[in-house]
């Protein structure tokens, strides 16, 4: 599959759609048809997580899939040298967030249309 690559107009808007959906799916967890039982779980080091994983996107005009990858994958690896996580914990965090790129992704790309 041919790499996609955004346009420095819709770079922008990739980071405030990573950060809908990011709020979206959380939202989602903590107050879907189990979201009780998941506020319990949650533990605070993922909410820290996908800050950093956000703050690194601040830092970029345009993101391909394989560089939204890799700032997840370094992202959660620091995480995995804590003590209080386990690796099935950040193993399920890292999946969990590479799996909204698409939905990042057609996000941006609505927006950069919708410019033009």
């Known amino acids: 599959m041919a790499e996609k690559k955004t346009t420095k107009k819709s770079g922008g808007k990739l980071k405030f759609a990573a950060a809908l959906v990011g709020i979206a799916a959380t939202g989602h967890y903590l107050y879907g048809k189990h979201g009780k039982e998941n506020r319990e779980k ?12 956000l703050e690194q996107f601040e830092k970029r005009k345009e993101i391909t899939e394989e560089q939204y990858k890799a ?8 995480y995995a040298k804590l003590k209080t996580v386990s690796a099935a914990e950040v193993k399920k965090l890292n999946k969990e967030l590479k799996s909204h790129w698409k939905e990042i992704q057609a996000s941006a790309e609505c927006d950069a249309k919708k410019k033009k």
């Open 42 to 53: 949650i533990k605070a080091w993922t909410v820290k997580a996908k800050g950093d994983v």
């Open 71 to 78: 700032i997840i994958d370094k992202t959660t690896a620091k």
